[in-house]
């Protein structure tokens, strides 16, 4: 089916593993996008990539990696990850600036 | 820089009720707002959005008006329905990049 698939949808790691997120979409949209939702903090802004190969530091780019080797795949990873960390990441794209944000699923990630 | 203020939550009604969530944003350009919805264990949707001053964005009963004198775009519907709890989101950008409010939670109780 179309549509913006995250993976896993739950993740327990411990205090300084490298972690990866996945995000895959099949619209073939040029723009994808990382949040993290916190309480009290809404959605911030982690990463973003306008095209294959051009990626952007957001709000909050501290302690992740992102990669956009192919159009369809915008993987996120917490290179050491620590519990500040925890939270729940969503992954988004769109076509243009005239069509709406299309979001994942979301990823609750939890560092213990 | 840009951001968003909205009402903070939660807000609980009953069915029937009118709801106003409010939002304000900082006037720095001229930017489109948005307000996305996101229903329990599920990723954000579009509800509505406005991209100029005085445009209402409307959806599923739900309105807003984009109000540049008073740098507003609050949420309205004058009925709600218990499928109408969820958490919403003011938001203030482009597509290409927007910058989210805190979110306010919404119950509507039967």
């Known amino acids: 089916d179309a549509g913006i698939t995250q993976s896993p949808r739950y993740k327990i790691t411990e205090t300084g593993r490298q972690v990866t997120l996945m995000c895959h979409q099949t619209?073939?949209?040029?723009?994808m996008f990382w949040y993290r939702q916190d309480l009290g903090h809404g959605l911030r802004l982690i990463y973003y990539?306008?095209?294959?190969?051009?990626?952007d530091k957001g709000e909050v780019p501290d302690g992740y990696v992102v990669s956009r080797s192919k159009t369809e795949n915008f993987p996120l990873t917490l290179e050491s990850a620590t519990r500040s960390q925890t939270s729940v990441y969503f992954c988004?794209?769109?076509?243009?600036?005239?069509?709406?944000?299309?979001f994942g699923n979301g990823t609750r990630l939890t560092v213990t | 820089g840009n951001s968003v203020t909205q009402m903070e939550g939660p807000v609980t009604l009953s069915e029937e009720a009118f709801l106003t969530i409010n939002c304000t944003y900082t006037?720095?350009?001229?930017?489109?707002l948005f307000w996305y919805v996101q229903y329990p264990g599920e990723g954000l949707q579009l509800l509505l959005k406005?991209?100029?001053?005085?445009d209402k964005g409307s959806n599923k009963g739900f309105e807003a008006t984009y109000r540049k004198e008073t740098t507003s775009f609050h949420l309205e519907k004058g009925s709600v329905q218990v499928s109408d709890s969820a958490v919403y989101f003011c938001?203030?950008?482009?597509?290409?990049?927007?910058?989210f409010g805190k979110g306010t939670l919404l119950t509507v109780n039967p």
């Open positions: 988004a794209s769109t076509a243009s600036g005239d069509s709406p944000l299309h």
């Open positions: 619209w073939s949209h040029s723009y």
């Open positions: 990539s306008a095209a294959a190969d051009i990626t």
């Open positions: 006037a720095t350009g001229y930017p489109s």
């Open positions: 406005a991209t100029k001053a005085d």
């Open positions: 938001a203030r950008g482009s597509n290409y990049k927007l910058t």
